[in-house]
């Protein structure tokens, strides 16, 4: 996430006591995201800063749960690379992992899960573990993926696990800019970043005002989420800072016409700090949100045709 109201935190000297979680109690769809989050935000993935060895880490993690899941790729591998230029001149390579859930209608509109898995990395000797932002969203577009694969969608499920999100969006524009079905065939991006921590239950999901068409979709999904989801932060109403619009990978596909739903937290005190490890995760929120994301995700897709027709796509 790149939430414009702040800026980077200098390293923060408080150290969370590790919290190591007994079986989860919150028995649903997802039961292996905590484990997810657990594993990809440890240290010994060292913030997942792309092109660096924790990146390469976090990726051997993600495709051995794409094997898991049992999901293919769409050519003849996960991997799509792309370079970009840093500010100081030099090059640097991301990798985006993408997978296809075949849908049992053929030949119609395609949905984009996406989430991205890079993070900040180390500054200063200090690990930004990044367990929200975003091995979270990470663990959801998984949990997502185990859903489709237990019950078939009717049109094709995209799983993009984008990189080099921090910094510009770079792997979600390389996805956009290259996508690997026509672009005109996207009905809808649906992007998770930072799904665990809140405490007051509370999870938003962007998009219905830019897409109104959106709306009874989402409404009828937050009448039975697991959290409380709030419809907003997609316009500039309470300020240009609380419009989330531009702030994640969903943007990459807003520049080139394709509606989205974004899914995420409101800003908390380990918001880009040393301090978003899994230790400060509170678990049952996080495995709420999962369920919440997965039953959304599967009424977006059951109505994607509807999306489609409204949208003019
Ligand atoms: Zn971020």
Avoid: C
């Amino acid at each position: 996430m790149i939430r414009l109201s702040r800026a980077i935190a200098l390293p923060n000297l408080v150290l969370a006591a590790a919290v190591f979680a007994a079986a989860p109690a919150f028995a649903g769809p997802g039961d292996k995201a905590l484990d997810d989050v657990r594993i990809l935000s440890a240290d010994d993935m060292q913030g997942r800063l792309v092109d660096t060895p924790g990146s390469e880490k976090a990726r051997a993690y993600i495709l051995s749960r794409f094997a898991e899941i049992g999901l293919a790729p769409l050519g003849d591998k996960f991997e799509q690379t792309f370079t970009f230029q840093k500010r100081d001149g030099a090059t640097v390579q991301g990798t985006n992992l993408v997978a296809r859930i075949k849908g049992a209608e053929d030949g119609g509109k395609v949905l984009v899960i996406s989430a991205h898995y890079d993070h900040l990395g180390v500054r200063d000797g200090q690990i930004y573990n990044g367990a929200d932002d975003n091995a979270s969203g990470v663990a959801g577009l998984l949990a997502v993926a185990e859903a489709f694969k237990a019950k078939p969608p009717k049109h094709d499920v995209i799983l993009a696990v984008v990189d080099a999100e921090e910094g510009g969006l770079r792997g979600a524009r390389a996805f956009a800019a290259n996508p690997p079905v026509p672009l005109s065939t996207i009905a809808l991006n649906v992007n998770f970043d930072m799904l665990a921590k809140n405490s007051k239950n509370e999870l938003y999901v962007a998009g219905a005002a830019p897409f109104p068409y959106l709306k009874p979709i989402l409404v009828k999904a937050a009448s039975t989420a697991k959290v409380t989801l709030k419809l907003g932060h997609d316009t500039d109403e309470a300020g240009k800072e609380n419009n989330w619009t531009t702030q994640s990978d969903h943007y990459a596909f807003g520049e080139k016409g394709v509606p989205w739903v974004y899914f995420g937290v409101e800003d908390h005190p380990e918001y880009h700090k040393p301090t978003d490890d899994f230790a400060t995760v509170p678990q049952d929120f996080f495995k709420r949100s999962v369920a919440t994301v997965v039953q959304a995700a599967q009424a977006l897709e059951r109505d994607l045709d509807d999306v489609a027709k409204a949208s003019g796509r």
